[in-house]
C-alpha cells in the first residue's frame, strides 16, 4: 500500500484521533487546565509511541514538553518538527456555535479550539509521518518531535529546555505547520514572522471605589485616565508615539515589496470578512505590509470599575491593561519593553500611581527564501496541495523560531495549512478538512522530498 492509499484507508480513524486530542482544554494561559495539559501530553506521549516513536515528556518548571524520536541511520538528515499542543482561551464561550472542546464537522470544517492553532495542524505532520512508517516500515529520514504546551504563553519554558538538550535536539532543519495558506487558492511557504514584546499596565488611583458624586472633579479616575495613556500610544497620523520604538525598526526591502506585490492581494475582500467598515493604519503603507512587515502597539484588553447590570456611581481605584507590540527586524523585545514603561511613566498624571510588568517577548525571525530545503519543501506542498506554493510573510509569531536559529543553528521551515479566516484566538475556530487532508498528503510527501537534500 502507499502512504497516500493508508491515508485514504485511515481516514476516519485520523479523524477520531484529531477529535481525541482536540477535546482537551489545554488553555496554557489558565492555571486550572493543568490536569488538562497534563492529560494531553500524556495522551500525545502515548500515541507518538503507537505510531512507532520513542516518546518521552520532560517536566519544565511549566508545562510539559513531549518529545520523540525515529532514528534510521546516521548518514540520513534529521528532521525536527515542533509543534504546540496548547491553546488560546475559547472566551467568550456564547460566541461559540458548539462547545469550543467538543469538536464537531459542520460546512467541510472541523471545529474546536485548537483545530488549526495549532493541533490540527502538527498533527497532520504526524499523520503523515505515520503514513509512510506503516506502509514503509521506516522513515527516509532521522525525525524528532519537539511539542510544547506553553507557545500561546510565549513559550517561557522552552528555550532553557534548548539550551540543556542541545544534543538532543541536533537536526539539519526545522518543520513547523502552525502558519497559513495565502489563501484557498495558495498554497505558501512563509519566510517571515513578527516577533512579540508584551506588558501589563496597572493604573491606581485612591485606596478604595469612591462614589462619584462625593469625590468626582478632585480624584483622578484611573480608568479614565488609562483610557487616556492608551490614546497617546499613536499619533495621529498612525505611528507609535513612543519615543525611539522605531529605532532598529528594518524597513520593508524592495525585493519583498516586489514578492508582495505578485500575490493577488484584496483589500475589499479582506475589510468584508473581518466586517470593518474602513481599514486602518499607518499612511504609505499597504494592508499586506501592514499586517506583515510594520510592527504594531494594541491592547489586547482592558479592566476596571463597574461593568455589571444596572448603575453604580463610582470612581474605580485602579484600572489595568494587558498590551502587546508586534516587532519587525531588528527590533529587540526587552529594549521596546523599557521603552512603553518609561513612555506610559511620563505621560501618566501625578494624581495616579502607574505599575508596568514587562513579560518581554520575542524577536521576528526571517527564514531562508531559497536553498534545497525550501525547494524539497515546494515540492512536497505541490504534491499535497497540486499547487506551487507562493511565499508570504504572516504578522503572528511563534516565539521559538528565533531560539531554533541562534542557539541550534537551524533553520526553519514554515509549511502552514491553515486559512486566514480559520478564527485563531477567537470564537468558533475551525480547520478545513481538505487542508487537513492535503496537510496529511504534503506530510507523507515531505519526508521523501527533505531525504534527497544532501547532508
Ligand atoms: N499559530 C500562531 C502564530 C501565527 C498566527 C502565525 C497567525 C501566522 C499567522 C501561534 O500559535 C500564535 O498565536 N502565537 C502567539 C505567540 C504569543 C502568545 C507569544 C501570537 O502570535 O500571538
Ligand atoms: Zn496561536
Not at 280 to 302: A, L, Q, S
Request: charged share 25%; with cysteine; aromatic share 10%.
Amino acid at each position: 500500500m502507499t502512504p497516500f492509499a493508508y491515508l485514504k484507508k485511515t481516514e476516519s480513524k485520523r479523524r477520531k484521533d484529531l477529535f481525541t486530542l482536540l477535546s482537551f482544554p489545554t488553555v496554557s494561559a489558565k492555571s486550572e487546565h493543568k490536569k488538562d495539559i497534563a492529560a494531553c501530553a500524556e495522551w500525545l506521549k502515548k500515541h507518538l509511541a503507537e505510531t512507532g516513536f520513542k516518546s518521552k515528556i520532560y517536566a519544565t518548571k511549566g508545562n510539559p514538553i513531549v518529545f520523540a524520536e525515529y532514528f534510521v541511520g546516521k548518514n540520513l538528515p534529521t528532521v525536527l518538527y515542533y509543534g504546540h499542543y496548547d491553546v488560546q482561551p475559547p472566551e467568550p464561550l456564547n460566541l461559540w456555535k458548539t462547545p469550543p472542546f467538543k469538536p464537531q464537522v459542520r460546512a467541510g470544517y472541523i471545529h474546536a479550539r485548537g483545530a488549526c492553532d495549532d493541533k490540527g495542524q502538527f498533527f497532520a505532520q504526524l499523520k503523515g509521518l505515520e503514513a509512510v512508517i506503516k506502509t514503509t516500515g521506516s522513515l527516509p529520514v532521522n525525525v524528532k518531535f519537539l511539542i510544547e504546551g506553553e507557545e500561546e504563553s510565549h513559550s517561557t519554558n522552552l528555550p532553557p529546555f534548548i539550551r540543556k538538550n542541545k544534543k538532543l535536539l541536533k537536526a539539519d532543519i526545522v518543520v513547523i505547520s502552525d502558519t497559513a495558506q495565502f489563501d484557498k487558492q495558495h498554497p505558501a511557504v512563509t519566510f517571515g514572522l513578527r516577533g512579540i514584546a508584551s506588558v501589563e499596565v496597572f493604573v491606581y488611583g485612591p485606596a478604595m471605589d469612591l462614589h462619584s458624586g462625593g469625590f468626582g472633579g478632585a480624584v483622578g479616575n484611573p480608568v479614565n485616565i488609562l483610557c487616556g495613556m492608551v490614546g497617546q500610544l499613536h499619533d495621529k497620523s498612525g505611528k507609535i508615539a513612543i519615543p525611539g520604538f522605531y529605532k532598529d525598526c528594518k524597513p520593508i526591502s524592495p525585493w519583498v515589496k516586489k514578492q508582495f506585490k505578485k500575490l493577488p492581494y484584496n483589500e475589499a475582500k479582506y475589510k468584508k470578512a473581518i466586517g470593518i467598515p474602513a481599514l486602518h493604519g499607518e499612511k504609505n503603507y499597504t494592508t499586506y505590509e501592514k499586517v506583515t512587515g510594520r510592527p504594531t502597539c494594541d491592547v489586547n484588553g482592558i479592566t476596571g470599575g463597574y461593568q455589571g447590570e444596572g448603575a453604580k456611581t463610582i470612581i474605580p481605584s485602579m484600572a489595568s491593561c494587558k498590551i502587546t507590540m508586534r516587532l519587525v527586524p531588528d527590533m529587540k523585545p526587552d529594549d521596546i519593553c523599557d521603552k512603553i514603561e518609561k513612555y506610559l511613566k511620563q505621560i501618566a498624571p501625578k494624581s495616579v500611581r502607574v505599575k508596568v510588568n514587562k513579560h518581554g517577548g520575542a524577536k521576528a525571525v526571517e527564514v531562508p527564501v531559497d536553498g534545497p530545503w525550501l525547494e524539497a519543501a515546494g515540492r512536497a506542498i505541490k504534491i499535497g496541495f497540486g499547487k506551487e506554493p507562493v511565499f508570504i510573510k504572516e504578522g503572528g509569531s511563534i516565539p521559538i523560531v528565533i531560539e531554533f536559529k541562534e542557539t541550534l543553528g537551524i533553520d526553519s521551515l514554515l509549511v502552514g495549512f491553515g486559512q486566514n479566516d480559520d478564527n485563531i484566538h477567537s470564537p468558533n475556530e475551525r480547520f478545513r478538512v481538505v487542508d487537513f487532508e492535503r496537510g496529511c498528503k504534503t506530510a507523507a510527501a515531505l519526508p521523501f522530498e527533505l531525504a534527497k537534500v544532501r547532508k
